[in-house]
């Protein structure tokens, strides 16, 4: 029988990171302000959290956490690196090779103040990388596509979340699509989000 590390292990980042770097070059200057789908959120907050994000899911896989800095998971445009437009495709880069060890899957592991599976937080990493990088590409005026992977793997995870523990914080209310909604409209509304969303 095949256990869930051996199916999760096969997971690659590399995909999702890709088009999240991909989506960098589109954002100008005059956008950092701009609104995105998530929640208060700013395009520069978005940005900050991406940074602090693939540090934190890049240790997390390492099992080198070290929390003792900014939570990877506030957004603040105020703090994003001047040189986010270079930094943030190394650290996603970075990310992906971490993930890539089968190791990172084993066990149990930290992240953003939370201790999970490996193989789940592993996941997680995957959904932030697709929901956000829908965000920001939604936020930007740019399209955006996913790999059918990486949206069936988060949509089995994000569906195990009922509305009733769904309080906006992590995630908001399951947003209802057509049935023939395409695999990311479908990951997007299960995260909270309106797939028809624009700025």
Do not use: N
């Not at 999240?20 to 950092?32: E, H, K, W």
């Not at 956490?65 to 040189?83: F, I, K, N, V, W």
């Amino acid at each position: 029988m095949t256990d869930r590390t051996d199916q999760t292990a096969r997971i690659d980042l590399g995909p999702a990171a890709q088009r999240v770097t991909a989506l960098l070059s589109g954002v100008s200057d005059d956008q950092l302000g701009a609104p995105t789908p998530c929640g208060t959120y700013s395009v520069g907050d978005l940005l900050d959290h991406f940074m602090g994000l693939t540090i934190g899911m890049r240790r997390a896989a390492e099992k080198t956490t070290d929390e003792t800095g900014p939570a990877p998971g506030q957004g603040q445009a105020d703090r994003l690196d001047p040189d986010w437009r270079h930094e943030l495709p190394r650290r996603l880069e970075a990310m992906v090779t971490a993930w890539r060890d089968p190791a990172a899957w084993q066990g149990s592991t930290r992240a953003g103040g939370v201790t999970l599976p490996a193989d789940v937080m592993g996941v997680v990493a995957l959904d932030e990388l697709v929901v956000h990088g829908w965000d920001l590409a939604r936020a930007t005026g740019q399209p955006f596509d996913c790999d059918p992977r990486s949206t069936e793997a988060i949509i089995g995870w994000l569906s195990a979340f009922p509305d009733e523990v769904r309080d906006g914080k992590a995630f908001g209310p399951t947003v209802t699509v057509p049935q023939d909604a395409s695999s990311l409209d479908r990951a997007v509304a299960l995260s909270g989000r309106d797939p028809a969303w624009t700025a």
